[in-house]
């Protein structure tokens, strides 16, 4: 059995680099057990605890400060796979990427998943990972059970039926409920998705997006700051048979054009911005029209080695053009020169207190920075308008709003944070960030 290992002072930094800390320890336990007698630890030391997997959150949300930093790497046993219920339940530091490889050799699948695979599955649900559907929401929407460690040692578990307030609480917890480790996720029969990738016009997306969120089971796009053009991607369910991109063709378009070209193109605009419009356009012209059907996790996702800063805002999916037509006036009238494609997608409601999405229609609107890039006052100026819209950040996007603001925005907001008050009175798992948006 994994034995919990500790370690003084190292130092710790997210996948873009733009948060860091230096924690007073390093724990990796490979029980409920072993954390908990480590977060009863910290708790007479008088540290904080705070768990990290990927470090894919471009805020502090996971950042340890000089507390206990909870590594999740030896926490990763697929535990039960149940074909009756349609479920499986997996340690938390599982990464999504072999999840979704381990699913597929079972025959089964998640139904709907984000663009990117490398998080671990508590991460990504503690902090809202989505992707886009008509019908189906985020990783935590698709969680029908979890363990977690509590303040006190004690390991609960919990679902509909059994504690179900903290279920409902900690599905999509930000980490300030508790450690996570385990999580039981809905599952089904393995499925082919048939994606087709399109350009289009700025006004023709809009004006046909009723129709094209529909009619497709999952769709969204991309607009190119500083042109008119868009690309479309639209995923739907196929019988087959599967015919996936050309392994040549995949590498050249997905990960060579996508990842080791467009870092070039990133790395001159950070140098010289007033060519950025141009780049922009040249690489909305490289958007050809493409379809392939695949493995539904392999369309679903896509690799990301350039590496970014993002802001990721949910607005009324009623309300999506109207901000998208004053976004792209913002960025025309302002002297902003915005390299990233601005991407556009979509959830329907859900029930989760701190979803994005929580009890209304939704479409996500990210923006992005090359690492490394001055900020002109591009995210401000989107964020601004965001909030205007009633935007609710995405928990692991930057963003600046704060507790009174985010209590006007969730309707359940207050139910989260008396839930909080119940279990973590004195506050073990909670940092800087936490404080910021749940309040002291």
């Given at each position: 059995?994994?034995?919990?290992?500790?370690?003084?002072?190292?130092?710790?930094?997210?996948?873009?680099?733009?948060?860091?800390?230096?924690?007073?320890?390093?724990?990796?336990?490979?029980?409920?057990?072993?954390?908990?007698?480590?977060?009863?630890?910290?708790?007479?030391?008088?540290?904080?605890?705070?768990?990290?997997?990927?470090?894919?959150?471009?805020?502090?949300?996971?950042?340890?400060?000089?507390?206990?930093?909870?590594?999740?790497?030896?926490?990763?046993?697929?535990?039960?796979?149940?074909?009756?219920?349609?479920?499986?339940?997996?340690?938390?530091?599982?990464?999504?990427?072999?999840?979704?490889?381990?699913?597929?050799?079972?025959?089964?699948?998640l139904t709907n998943m984000g663009d990117i695979e490398v998080q671990t599955v508590a991460g990504a649900t503690s902090t809202g990972t989505h992707g886009t559907g008509r019908d189906s929401g985020s990783l935590a929407a698709q969680v029908r059970a979890l363990e977690i460690v509590l303040a006190d040692g004690t390991v609960r578990r919990c679902s509909p039926t059994e504690n179900p307030r903290l279920f409902q609480g900690a599905r999509l917890g930000l980490g300030a409920l508790g450690v996570i480790t385990a999580l039981t996720f809905a599952?089904?029969?393995?499925?082919?998705?048939?994606?087709?990738?399109?350009?289009?016009?700025?006004?023709?997306?809009?004006?046909?997006?009723?129709?094209?969120?529909?009619?497709?089971?999952?769709?969204?796009?991309?607009?190119?700051?500083?042109?008119?053009?868009?690309?479309?991607?639209?995923?739907?369910?196929?019988?087959?048979?599967?015919?996936?991109?050309?392994?040549?063709?995949?590498?050249?378009?997905?990960?060579?054009?996508?990842?080791?070209?467009?870092?070039?193109?990133?790395?001159?605009?950070?140098?010289?911005?007033?060519?950025?419009?141009?780049?922009?356009?040249?690489?909305?012209?490289?958007?050809?029209?493409?379809?392939?059907?695949?493995?539904?996790?392999?369309?679903?996702?896509?690799?990301?080695?350039?590496?970014?800063?993002?802001?990721?805002?949910?607005?009324?999916?009623?309300?999506?053009?109207?901000?998208?037509?004053?976004?792209?006036?913002?960025?025309?009238?302002?002297?902003?020169?915005?390299?990233?494609?601005?991407?556009?997608?979509?959830?329907?409601?859900?029930?989760?207190?701190?979803?994005?999405?929580?009890?209304?229609?939704?479409?996500?609107?990210?923006?992005?920075?090359?690492?490394?890039?001055?900020?002109?006052?591009?995210?401000?100026?989107?964020?601004?308008?965001?909030?205007?819209?009633?935007?609710?950040?995405?928990?692991?996007?930057?963003?600046?709003?704060?507790?009174?603001?985010?209590?006007?925005?969730?309707?359940?907001?207050?139910?989260?944070?008396?839930?909080?008050?119940?279990?973590?009175?004195?506050?073990?798992?909670?940092?800087?960030?936490?404080?910021?948006?749940?309040?002291?």
């Amino acid at each position: 059995m994994p034995q919990a290992s500790t370690a003084t002072r190292t130092r710790w930094t997210n996948w873009a680099g733009n948060q860091s800390a230096h924690p007073a320890r390093t724990a990796t336990p490979g029980t409920a057990e072993e954390l908990a007698k480590e977060i009863l630890r910290a708790a007479e030391q008088g540290r904080s605890v705070k768990a990290a997997g990927s470090g894919h959150s471009f805020t502090a949300i996971a950042s340890p400060g000089d507390g206990l930093l909870v590594r999740p790497h030896a926490l990763t046993a697929v535990r039960e796979i149940d074909r009756e219920a349609g479920t499986v339940t997996v340690e938390s530091g599982l990464p999504l990427s072999r999840l979704n490889r381990i699913l597929a050799a079972e025959g089964l699948a998640l139904t709907n998943m984000g663009d990117i695979e490398v998080q671990t599955v508590a991460g990504a649900t503690s902090t809202g990972t989505h992707g886009t559907g008509r019908d189906s929401g985020s990783l935590a929407a698709q969680v029908r059970a979890l363990e977690i460690v509590l303040a006190d040692g004690t390991v609960r578990r919990c679902s509909p039926t059994e504690n179900p307030r903290l279920f409902q609480g900690a599905r999509l917890g930000l980490g300030a409920l508790g450690v996570i480790t385990a999580l039981t996720f809905a599952v089904e029969p393995a499925f082919l998705l048939t994606a087709h990738e399109q350009p289009m016009g700025f006004d023709e997306v809009l004006e046909r997006l009723d129709d094209l969120t529909a009619v497709n089971e999952h769709f969204e796009f991309y607009w190119f700051p500083h042109t008119d053009r868009c690309s479309t991607k639209r995923n739907n369910r196929s019988q087959g048979p599967a015919a996936p991109l050309p392994r040549f063709k995949g590498w050249l378009e997905d990960d060579f054009l996508s990842n080791t070209v467009w870092e070039g193109a990133c790395r001159v605009g950070r140098r010289f911005p007033g060519a950025i419009p141009t780049i922009a356009s040249l690489a909305s012209r490289a958007w050809s029209d493409r379809s392939y059907t695949d493995t539904s996790h392999k369309v679903f996702t896509s690799p990301r080695r350039v590496r970014f800063v993002e802001m990721e805002y949910a607005v009324p999916r009623a309300a999506v053009a109207e901000v998208l037509r004053e976004l792209k006036a913002l960025v025309e009238r302002s002297d902003w020169k915005v390299s990233f494609p601005v991407e556009v997608r979509f959830a329907p409601a859900d029930d989760l207190w701190l979803s994005t999405a929580s009890g209304r229609d939704s479409a996500y609107i990210a923006v992005h920075l090359y690492r490394g890039t001055r900020d002109p006052g591009y995210f401000t100026g989107v964020e601004q308008l965001m909030s205007a819209h009633q935007g609710r950040p995405h928990w692991g996007k930057l963003h600046t709003r704060d507790a009174e603001y985010l209590a006007g925005v969730y309707p359940h907001f207050g139910d989260f944070t008396a839930l909080r008050d119940e279990v973590d009175p004195q506050r073990l798992f909670g940092n800087d960030y936490l404080r910021r948006v749940l309040g002291a």
